[in-house]
């Protein structure tokens, strides 16, 4: 049974591109998660989202960032225009459900975004 | 503002002697606490949890204290080893729904 999967594991880009990163959830989970952690820091909420809604983006930047969560396929966070200030490790987890419980929750191994 | 946040931000330890790394969080309304291990270059791992209608949490070598008069969260890892060496977040939610807040983190060194 495969764990959350993150692609690519690094990623760089200059100034002014696209960041796409890509988040499979475990085989029948339905919620995702994306957090954001900077060097020696823990991480930051940015998004929850189900199938094909976004629940919670409280934490998510109000410009040139954007997450989805299709029917089919992994879930998205899209950074536009990319800014060194973006350069971090991107956390996905997945839940089965609803919940609270740390155990029911797994993270993936990260994307590591530099922004040159 | 809530914060929850950590006071020591590396601890170094001999193989084999207990650990304890603390955790303060600021609002009362926190209503469950969970202690991950990340090691280099991966995703932080469930190590245990405990609810605020707790005071005290044991799992295999780890052990999960809560004081809910000060605020004080901390995790005793018992016979310390040199697997154990990784950085330590506390993280706690309110919401009915797993958004975590996560602390600022601890390195755990443990020396064979």
């Known amino acids: 049974n495969a764990g959350v999967m993150q692609n690519p594991r690094h990623l760089v880009r200059r100034r002014g591109q696209e960041a796409r990163l890509r988040c499979s959830p475990m085989k029948g989970h339905s919620h995702v998660y994306w957090y954001r952690q900077l060097p020696e820091e823990g991480l930051k909420f940015m998004v929850y989202l189900q199938k094909e809604n976004i629940i919670d983006e409280s934490g998510m930047p109000k410009e040139r960032f954007s997450a989805e969560f299709p029917k089919e396929g992994p879930s998205i966070l899209r950074i536009q225009q990319v800014v060194r200030g973006d350069s971090a490790a991107y956390f996905c987890?997945?839940?089965?459900?609803?919940?609270?419980?740390?155990?029911?929750?797994?993270f993936g191994p990260g994307t590591r975004l530099t922004v040159l | 503002g809530e914060s929850v946040g950590l006071h020591l931000p590396t601890l170094s330890v001999q193989e084999g002697d207990n650990s304890i790394i603390n955790c303060a969080y600021s609002?009362?309304?926190?209503?469950?606490f969970i202690w991950y291990k990340q090691e280099s270059g991966k995703g932080p791992q469930f190590i245990i949890d405990?609810?605020?209608?707790?005071d005290k949490r044991q799992g295999q070598r780890v052990t999960v204290l809560l004081n809910k008069t000060v605020k004080h969260l901390s995790l005793q890892i018992a016979a310390t080893q040199p697997g154990d060496s990784a950085v330590y977040f506390c993280a706690e939610t309110r919401g009915g729904y797993s958004t975590l807040t996560f602390g600022k983190g601890t390195m755990l060194l443990v020396s064979p």
């Open positions: 987890a997945s839940s089965p459900r609803v919940t609270d419980r740390g155990n029911e929750q797994f």
């Open positions: 609002n009362s309304a926190s209503d469950y």
């Open positions: 405990i609810r605020s209608n707790m």
